[in-house]
């Protein structure tokens, strides 16, 4: 067997959904010798990765960065806003929201799973007619995958939100955008989204290792009433060190100089041109 990083000619192309290919930028700035991740040079690029982050997710509201893949992502955004014994919403749109939910259900979480073909989308109409339905506000997360890497199905975010604002529901909502972020045009703020996971492996032009949660001021006051058990991914000791430009354990830091260089890319074609 040839080794892992070499091959018979030319350059590698790597044809699946996810991680996609790494632009030559990216990996030279990831060649970069590694700092002192509790030095001044290393807070100055945190600060101005989570700034501009924002852009990415079209927000003003906070961005979480997690060593880690979306899995772990997922898992963050309920431990730090749900409880035991909450329900939730979800959509079966391909094999990623199915994993989604069974992660839901180890946390004694329950889920009102609606079936599909894997052809669609989370309906919103059936949003609208659930959380109409619950009087008693039980319900208190809808999920929905903005696009599903196993089926290429994407749901449509913004009808989602009109559907629960419609039902006049409190219920938070969470979107998985692994496999849309920086790839498909999203809206966190406009779209009011309380928590939505991203990761490294594909539109941000990264090798996988990273993940995201940007949060709502909603998901963070959810978070203050939350009891979940939580250590790794809890967002308070975060957040409390990237004010510093720090975190509460060692960072992958020279994923940090690729997603710094891969913003640049980003924002030098545009995203609007990207999205095209």
């Known amino acids: 067997m040839a080794k892992s990083n070499s091959f018979r000619s030319g350059k590698h192309l790597l044809q699946i959904p996810g991680p996609t290919n790494i632009p030559d930028r990216v990996l030279r ?25 924002k852009g990415i997710f079209k927000t003003s509201q906070p961005v979480i960065i997690f060593p880690g893949s979306g899995t772990g992502a997922w898992e963050a955004a309920i431990v730090n806003t749900l409880n035991p014994y909450d329900k939730v919403l979800m959509f079966e749109t391909g094999q990623f929201s199915f994993l989604w939910a069974e992660q839901a259900k180890k946390f004694n979480i329950e889920v009102d799973l609606v079936p599909g073909d894997w052809r669609t989308g989370a309906d919103p109409k059936i949003v609208e007619k659930k959380l109409s339905e619950d009087k008693a506000h039980k319900i208190k997360a809808v999920f929905a995958l903005h696009n599903e890497t196993s089926t290429g199905v994407t749901s449509n975010i913004a009808k989602i939100r009109q559907a629960m604002d ?13 496999s849309s972020l920086a790839s498909i045009d999203y809206c966190h703020d406009d779209w009011k989204v309380d928590v939505t996971v991203g990761g490294s492996q594909k539109g941000l032009l990264l090798p996988p290792g990273l993940s995201f949660n940007a949060v709502s001021q909603k998901a963070l006051e959810a978070n203050k009433k939350s009891t979940m058990q939580k250590s790794y991914w809890d967002w308070k000791p975060i957040l409390a060190s990237n004010k510093d430009g720090a975190f509460p354990y060692t960072p992958p830091t020279n994923m940090f100089f690729g997603l710094d260089e891969a913003i640049d890319m980003l924002n030098e074609e545009g995203l609007e041109n990207v999205f095209k």
């Open 166 to 178: 419609s039902a006049k529901h409190p219920a938070l909502l969470m979107v998985d955008t692994i």
């Open 29 to 53: 700035a990831m060649s970069f010798p590694t700092i002192d991740h509790r030095g001044p040079d290393f807070a100055e690029i945190v600060k101005r990765v989570l700034d501009r982050l």
